[in-house]
């Protein structure tokens, strides 16, 4: 099983289009992976520029590219699009990384407590984030794309 540290620190972001880069680090750091574990070093693991570049960023919204690299490291992840009480079940549950399609911007998800998500954001204030979003944000900011990724064999993904 592997360890997680929803407490890792988050670094600010260096360009405008590594923010997924940002957060598979983050949450690398958080499992205690020792791979790809900055901006840069996780800009190349992903797979620049076929599946990352300056002029798009992170090219699958789906963060399907983000669950394989994760599952490569011994942490398999699934891609989802909840809704907004699903999200708050997973994060109760499990770390995430999630996108916001209208918001084009990667985070962590590092818990949820009250209907608030706790997130591991590289770009602090960017639309109006900083360490928190709450459900008028996931409408604003989605659809959201989500990886999951369960710690433990047995735990639901989503209840019905």
Same mark, same amino acid.
């Given at each position: 099983?592997? *360890?997680? /540290?929803?407490?890792?620190?988050?670094?600010?972001?260096?360009?405008?289009? &590594?923010? %997924? *880069?940002?957060?598979?680090?983050?949450?690398?750091?958080?499992?205690? $992976?020792?791979?790809?574990? /900055?901006?840069? %070093?996780? =800009? /190349?693991? $992903?797979?620049?520029?076929? !599946?990352? !570049? *300056? &002029?798009?960023?992170?090219?699958?919204?789906?963060?399907?590219?983000?669950?394989?690299?994760?599952?490569?490291?011994?942490? @398999?992840? =699934?891609?989802?699009? @909840?809704?907004?009480?699903? =999200?708050?079940?997973?994060?109760?549950?499990?770390?995430?990384?999630?996108?916001?399609?209208?918001?084009?911007?990667? =985070?962590?998800?590092?818990?949820? %407590?009250?209907?608030?998500?706790?997130?591991? !954001?590289? *770009?602090?204030?960017?639309?109006?984030?900083?360490?928190?979003?709450?459900? %008028?944000?996931? &409408? !604003?900011?989605?659809?959201?794309?989500?990886?999951?990724? @369960?710690?433990?064999?047995?735990?639901?993904?989503?209840?019905?």
């Amino acid at each position: 099983m592997l *360890a997680y /540290d929803p407490a890792t620190p988050q670094y600010p972001q260096t360009a405008d289009w &590594t923010c %997924s *880069a940002c957060s598979l680090a983050w949450l690398n750091r958080a499992l205690q $992976i020792d791979n790809a574990t /900055d901006e840069w %070093s996780a =800009v /190349d693991y $992903i797979g620049n520029p076929e !599946n990352i !570049n *300056a &002029t798009y960023g992170l090219m699958d919204g789906s963060g399907s590219v983000l669950a394989a690299r994760l599952g490569e490291q011994g942490a @398999p992840s =699934v891609c989802l699009w @909840p809704t907004w009480h699903q =999200v708050l079940e997973l994060a109760r549950l499990m770390p995430l990384l999630a996108g916001g399609v209208a918001w084009n911007h990667w =985070v962590g998800v590092r818990s949820t %407590s009250g209907g608030v998500l706790y997130l591991a !954001n590289s *770009a602090m204030g960017w639309c109006g984030i900083g360490d928190e979003l709450v459900a %008028s944000d996931w &409408t !604003n900011l989605g659809p959201f794309a989500v990886v999951a990724v @369960p710690l433990q064999r047995d735990l639901p993904l989503i209840s019905a």
